[in-house]
T-cell receptor, first 118, second 114 residues
């Protein structure tokens, strides 16, 4: 079974600064996907970024980027130029890539509460 | 597209009552997932469907929980009888296929069982 660990229950950052959220996972799989989801106070789960394990290049989405270290099983999220609207709970998630078979189970970490201060 | 639609957004009921949560996935998506979020257990998958067929229901807590998907545009999660420990936020999500494709979540239903 896969496990996802987020060791930082809470983080804070000043507006316009950069913050990095940590995530590690444990799996025996070689082919998988990793995601970061954001859950603001509205409770809506919003995809922030995703990474395919077979890609060496780190994914980026505007101010959001990841540092994917496959050998270390680490998948951190960097938020640059933090904005007040980034305040939310952030979840790291793992999904095994079973190819043509059906297995879309997302395994989530415990979440990190990020607060952006003005 | 309107995204995944869930109803009701909030539900307060008394222990022993039947509760039905509803979900309309994004049109064209062939996978539908039901999740539950609690402080104690975090986010956990309850069940998922592919082309309206339940594929994995190993996360369903017990027989009091049941889920159906009568057609491609509608699914229900039913709790009968409800108990206080069922209080949680229930999310529905859909995706086009499950091999790494993004799951899009609905706004959730906040359930409180008194």
């Amino acid at each position: 079974a896969q496990t996802v660990t987020q060791s930082q229950p809470e983080m804070s950052v000043q507006e316009a600064e950069t913050v990095t959220l940590s995530c590690t996972y444990d799996t025996s799989e070689n082919n998988y996907y990793l995601f970061w989801y954001k859950q603001p106070p509205s409770r809506q789960m919003i995809l922030v970024i995703r990474q395919e394990a077979y890609k060496q290049q780190n994914a980026t989405e505007n101010r959001f980027s990841v540092n994917f270290q496959k050998a270390a099983k680490s998948f951190s999220l960097k938020i640059s130029d933090s904005q007040l609207g980034d305040t939310a709970m952030y979840f790291c998630a793992f999904m095994r890539n079973a190819g043509g078979t059906s297995y879309g189970k997302l395994t989530f970490g415990q979440g990190t509460i990020l607060t952006v201060h003005p | 597209d309107a995204g995944v639609i869930q109803s009701p957004r909030h539900e307060v009921t008394e222990m022993g009552q039947e509760v039905t949560l509803r979900c309309k996935p994004i049109s064209g998506h062939d996978y539908l997932f039901w999740y539950r979020q609690t402080m104690m257990r975090g986010l956990e998958l309850l069940i998922y469907f592919n082309n309206n067929v339940p594929i994995d229901d190993s996360g369903m807590p017990e027989d009091r929980f049941s889920a159906k998907m009568p057609n491609a545009s509608f699914s229900t999660l039913k709790i009968q009888p409800s108990e206080p420990r069922d209080s949680a936020v229930y999310f529905c999500a859909s995706s086009l296929w499950d091999s790494g494709e993004t799951q899009y979540f609905g706004p959730g239903t906040r359930l409180l069982v008194l």
